[in-house]
């Protein structure tokens, strides 16, 4: 038998004859389970008995409003949601009101005759052949034009009068106020404020009005 083959016959043999060796040899027992040490329990402590007191400031904002007026149409209410919270949260009972920032009256005009304009050019090129002989006028060349491409020519009006529209509307505006006293404005200062920044700002005003809504001094 060469080696090889004494391997292949050995090896079997060693791990069978390990089986049963393992079979009849006994197992040490196994340890004690280890138990924590018996702490004893605290003690009570004897507390002097004082009257209980109302903690104060903690509506600090009752009796006060805040007021976000912002451009709607500038996508600006994420933002202001989020600003609300965190007043709502820095001075509990504080009223936050959102309002949209109106443009101005001319801008306000030009938004409303917007989607008339619209309208109006979908009547001409869905019916604009039988509009004008209604009025005693020939169809414009320009008409015949229009009507080749009825749906791209409907699509760029839509696209392009909403743009406007949304223009006309937008101000860019975050104005916030507390009772009706201007703490920060975005068309003046260019910018949003912080959170941090308008946090400090209304407890300013609030130092300053010295006394809360609800009768308390805020120190």
């Known amino acids: 038998m060469d080696r090889a083959q004494i391997i292949l016959l050995g090896l079997p043999l060693f791990l069978f004859c390990s089986d049963i060796l393992n079979l009849f040899t006994l197992r040490p027992p196994p340890p ?19 009257p ?3 903690p104060r400031n903690v509506a600090i904002g009752v009796g006060n409003t805040v007021k976000i007026s912002f451009c709607t149409s500038c996508s600006y209410k994420g933002t202001a949601v989020t600003m609300t919270k965190m007043i709502e949260s820095a001075f509990p009972g504080i009223e936050v009101v959102l309002s949209n920032y109106p443009p101005a009256l001319p801008k306000r005009v030009l ?4 989607p008339v304009v619209q309208f ?4 001409l090129v869905m019916g ?3 509009l004008f002989p209604m009025v ?6 320009w008409l015949y034009s229009l009507r080749a491409n009825r749906f791209g020519t409907m699509a760029s009006t839509w696209l392009l009068g909403n743009a406007l529209q949304s223009f006309l509307q937008g101000t860019g505006a975050f104005e916030v106020s507390l009772n009706d006293e201007l703490i920060f404005s975005k068309l003046e200062e260019g910018r949003f404020p912080g959170e941090i920044e308008l946090r400090d ?3 300013r005003k609030l130092v300053n009005s010295g ?9």
């Open 32 to 50: 004690p389970p280890h138990k924590a040490p018996y702490k004893p329990p605290p003690l009570p402590k004897d507390s002097l008995a004082f």
């Open 128 to 130: 604009g052949e039988q």
């Open 211 to 219: 006394i809360t809504g609800d009768g308390a001094l805020w120190t």
């Open 201 to 203: 700002a209304i407890g």
């Open 120 to 123: 109006g050019m979908f009547g």
């Open 111 to 114: 938004s409303k005759l917007v």
């Open 52 to 54: 209980s007191q109302k």
């Open 136 to 141: 005693g006028m020939a169809p414009p060349p």
